[in-house]
Antibody
Framework: EVQLVESGGGLIQPGGSLRLSCAAS????????MSWVRQAPGKGLEWVSV???????NYADSVKGRFTISRDNSKNTLYLEMNNLRVEDTAVYFC???????????????????WGQGTTVTVSS | DIQLTQSPSFLSASVGDRVTITCRAS??????LAWYQQKPGKAPELLIY???TLQSGVPSRFSGSGSGTAFTLTIKSLQPEDFASYYC?????????FGGGTKVEIE
């Protein structure tokens, strides 16, 4: 089974930048779609972004224009570039593989079935 | 954006109880709904997808139902390892929103 390991979290001042990485044990069709999800301290899950193997991306409104998701298939790695960080971006960030199936009008998603352990981002002065 | 409203937010129950959690979508999402379980300090785990399909390895005491805007997660007989938080997520359209979560605590 695919295993995911995040890294790159840390303490950063408001307005700063950080890049998270998610290394996958394999980058085959099993991880065609990859996503980032975050969880602020004591709060629920918040979907952040998704990308597919071709590099098509989608974002939550709360991060659009500040965060960029990307992947390097040659390195089996998913990234999240985070710019202009805000205090409210403080969270544990998880990467996850999206299980999907073929549909008549395009792929449909089943759910996020493989998760990393998370990396903590703290935005504070 | 599609909003998901979970209820209740907190639930106290005993081992052996039947537990039902509800997730309501602000607009129809067909059956594109997943349920997750999360224990403290751990990543979420996928329990159910397509509203009612049990993920491989998940005990059969878990079940899901619903379509359109109303969905339920049922735990037939609560076990000690089931005390956790549960989240629904819609995968019908972007953004792929989560519900606010339900924390199941020991009564």
């Amino acid at each position: 089974e695919v295993q995911l390991v995040e890294s790159g979290g840390g303490l950063i001042q408001p307005g700063g930048s950080l890049r998270l990485s998610c290394a996958a044990s394999e980058f085959t069709g099993r991880v065609d779609y990859m996503s980032w999800v975050r969880q602020a301290p004591g709060k629920g899950l918040e979907w952040v972004s998704v990308t597919d193997i071709r590099g098509t991306t989608n974002y939550a409104d709360s991060v659009k224009g500040r965060f960029t998701i990307s992947r390097d298939n040659s390195k089996n790695t998913l990234y999240l570039e985070m710019n202009n960080l805000r205090v409210e971006d403080t969270a544990v960030y998880f990467c996850a593989a999206v299980d999907y199936g073929p549909g008549s009008s395009g792929p449909f998603f089943n759910g996020l079935d493989v998760w990393g352990q998370g990396t903590t981002v703290t935005v504070s002065s | 954006d599609i909003q998901l409203t979970q209820s209740p937010s907190f639930l106290s129950a005993s081992v052996g109880d039947r537990v039902t959690i509800t997730c309501r979508a602000s607009q129809g999402i067909s059956s594109y709904l997943a349920w997750y379980q999360q224990k403290p300090g751990k990543a979420p785990e996928l329990l159910i997808y397509a509203a009612s399909t049990l993920q491989s390895g998940v005990p059969s005491r878990f079940s899901g139902s619903g379509s359109g805007t109303a969905f339920t997660l049922t735990i037939k007989s609560l076990q000690p390892e089931d005390f956790a938080s549960y989240y629904c997520q819609q995968l019908n359209s972007y953004p792929l929103t989560f519900g606010g979560g339900t924390k199941v605590e020991i009564e």
